[in-house]
């Protein structure tokens, strides 16, 4: 084998890289991979990690066999991602999957001096936070699978689900980038559909005032919608954004099915479990010995409607059969 490469070498010196820093193993031995998901709270991380996991047994991979893996969360806290990325690296793992934006940013910061391969899912905007610098290229030792549907697809529905909104709030923490991208993204298109918007946004530190904060915004808009932001999407805090504006009958739109089931509207969004069988695909290439580079980072190929219709019985709104016939999922 090292008569091998050192002939490879001599032929084509440019591969010297790749073969130093994503070489495959022989089949017969075992890779470790370290996965770092950002929460267990909000139900989507846990269903893109499972179909991740399927995905790699369905290919012949699984831990205990040929892998190793080494799952740690994170918690929403950036200082303790970024120590469990660098403890991947001490402890040599042969590649790094970053579940969500915080979990990838991390994982690029704690190998740019060692170029270990990064396979990310579920980020919501992977161009506007810096994580890749296109999906053909990501510029860097990574590549993966984006949850992102893009903003306009969302609103365009919401507009026929809900034609008498005239004023759009949008709400969302400023804590995390691609909450902060995925929010200007939809003032932009709240405007290009010709809807007034209304967009409050603000630091962590100021979620023990997130009731007042919500009831700020349900008394002057028509709906609220939710971007790509986990803060908002935990059990108690999103509780508390379905109560108040519950109380002063506007609709929430999201972006996951499990917040549609918990009492928001409605949600056009993917599969997150999909998308982890998806980064499972990405993750047996690089295993394979293919620089992630080379691998084009890819939007869903999944596209869901979910619709609430108990909850839009409660607000008393009227959802079109033509609507109905298009959902992948009913709460009723």
Partial sequence: MRRH???????????????????????????????????????????????????????????????KIDYQNAEQDKALALKIAKGFIQSEVNLIVALGTGSSLAALEATEKKQIPIVFSIVGAPKATGIIVDYNDSGRNITGI??????KEQLEIVKEVLPDVKKLGIIYCTEMPQAVATGKEAAAVAAELGWANLVISFPRDYLTQLQKIVQSLAKKVDAIYIPTDPILGTPENFETVIRVSDEYNVPVITVAEKFVEDGALMAVHCDFYGIG???????????????????????????????????AQHLNITIGRNIILKADNIFD
């Fill in 277 to 311: 069988r998806q980064a499972a695909e990405s993750i047996v290439q690089v295993l394979g010995g293919v620089n992630p580079r080379a691998i084009p980072s890819q939007m869903p190929t999944i596209k869901k409607l979910s619709l609430n219709l108990k909850k």
């Fill in 146 to 151: 984006s949850m992102k549907i893009p903003v």
């Fill in 5 to 67: 490469l050192e002939i490879a070498v001599l032929i084509i010196p440019t591969m010297l890289i790749s073969f130093t820093f994503f070489g495959c193993k022989a089949k017969d031995e075992v890779f470790h991979i370290g996965i770092l998901q950002w929460t267990e709270k909000v139900q989507p991380f846990s269903q893109t990690c499972k179909g991740l996991l399927d995905g790699l047994k369905d290919k012949g991979y699984q831990d205990g066999m040929n892998l």
